[in-house]
Structures are given as structure tokens and as C-alpha cells.
């Protein structure tokens, strides 16, 4: 409660934000002239998290939460929606370099901004980036979701779904339906790590025709030729 007084005393009436707000150890807001920072009920700021308003003004509705380290830049306008979960090193940033002088160093020419919105209920994974331009629509939940997902069972032929729309009922449809549509394409490993799936089969099940057992990896293995050059990297 000390942080956040001192905060709103320090930025001259730059920052509001509601009484609700958690700041985290180290997380840090800075409002420049002119800029204007707006959070809502139930904000929480992560762990050295930041937030950074050049110019414009950044708004977080509430209960959103901003991840560990994640950053925010604003230049223009940075308008995130309610209960939106913001990842650990998200940067969000309505400010980028231009290129269109191929013969002049980027940090020598002009920079585009433009506004960022995230809709209600988005989540932003672990080191997302979002630039300016950026719209994520809100989120789609419930009945508007299965709406989704039968449209593209019909286009298949495939029987709709007809079972229950909360929330979890929703997100395990979703992670079902991936894993059916998007077979040998090379995503059902990111979605165990992103959404902590258990292993199928479970760790430590023997092979079914060999010696050995599954283990718990979730990624490529380094060649022989790494290792051989790098010792100490371990095993």
C-alpha cells in the first residue's frame, strides 16, 4: 500500500490506479509528462516487471496480470483488456525502427508508432512480443468457441460437439482438437509444455518391444558435434 502511494504521489497524477493494485518486488511504472498510466481493479504487476509511458497512455483492465519481467512501451496508446494473463518477458511495445532506407543504420532513421489493444481474457504466453499495429481480439469462450470448433468439424464431416462450455470443458476441447487436426505437424510437443499435459506414455513405462523406458524430455537433443566441442555443457 506504501508502494502504491508513493507511486501515485511521484507521478503527479500521471498514474491512477485502483486501491486493488499488487506490485510485486521490483516491478516499476514511470509516467513521463504529458503520458498517462490508468490500471484497474485487481492489476497485478509481476516480479521486475515494467511498465514504460513515453508519450500516450497505457491501460490495464482489471484483474489483469503482468508477468515476471514482462515490459510494456508506450508511445501512443497500449490498451490491454480485462483478466488478460500476460507471460513471464512479454514485451509489448507500440514503438519499432523503420527500414526503408536500406542504406542508413537503423538507429539513424525515424520510428513508426502505432496503438496495441489485447481484448478481455487474452493470454500471452512466456516471450511473446508484440509490436506496433497489434489487435488481438477477445477472447472467444463458451458457446461462441464450440460455434468455432463445429464449423470446422462440419468442413470435416465429423459429428459437433455438444458437451459442456465452461471454461476447462472449453480449454480441454481445445487441446483435444488440436492434437487430432494438427497430427505429425510438429505442435503437440509445445502445447504439453504450454499447457503442462502429462506424458502419453506415462515417464518411466518400459518400451513395448525394446529394453529402456520413456523418459520426461521435451526437446531435440544436441548433436555429437556440439558435445565433442563443448565439454563442459554436460549431459
Not at 468442413?155 to 476447462?168: C, E, F, V
Not at 506424458?199 to 558435445?227: K, Q, S
Request: proline letters at 7%.
Amino acid at each position: 500500500m506504501v508502494k502504491v502511494v508513493w507511486m501515485r504521489a511521484r507521478s503527479r497524477g500521471r498514474l491512477r490506479l485502483a486501491r486493488s493494485v499488487r506490485f510485486d518486488e521490483g516491478a516499476r511504472v514511470r509516467v513521463a509528462p504529458g503520458a498517462r498510466v490508468v490500471l484497474g481493479p485487481d492489476v497485478r504487476l509481476g516480479p521486475d516487471s515494467r511498465i514504460e509511458a513515453v508519450a500516450g497512455t497505457v491501460r490495464l483492465g482489471a484483474g489483469t496480470a503482468l508477468g515476471e519481467r514482462a515490459v510494456i512501451v508506450a508511445h501512443e496508446s497500449v490498451e490491454i483488456g480485462a483478466r488478460v494473463a500476460i507471460g513471464g518477458w512479454v514485451a509489448l511495445s507500440d514503438v519499432a525502427p523503420t527500414f526503408e532506407d536500406v542504406e542508413r543504420p537503423l538507429r539513424k532513421q525515424p520510428l513508426r508508432h502505432a496503438p496495441i489493444r489485447v481484448g478481455d481474457g487474452a493470454v500471452l504466453g512466456p516471450h511473446a512480443s508484440l509490436g506496433p499495429w497489434t489487435l488481438i481480439e477477445d477472447v472467444y469462450g463458451g458457446a461462441a468457441a464450440v460455434t468455432i470448433i463445429n464449423a470446422l468439424r462440419a468442413a470435416q464431416s465429423l459429428k459437433p460437439y455438444t458437451g459442456a462450455t465452461d471454461a476447462t470443458s472449453i480449454k480441454n476441447l481445445i487441446i483435444d482438437e488440436r492434437r487430432r487436426a494438427l497430427f505429425v505437424e510438429g505442435f503437440r510437443n509445445y502445447d504439453i509444455q504450454r499447457f503442462s499435459l502429462p506424458f502419453n506414455p506415462a515417464v518411466g513405462t518400459t518400451y513395448p518391444r525394446a529394453g529402456g523406458t520413456y523418459g520426461n524430455t521435451v526437446c531435440l537433443p544436441l548433436p555429437d558435434i556440439e558435445r565433442v566441442n563443448n565439454p563442459n555443457v554436460g549431459t
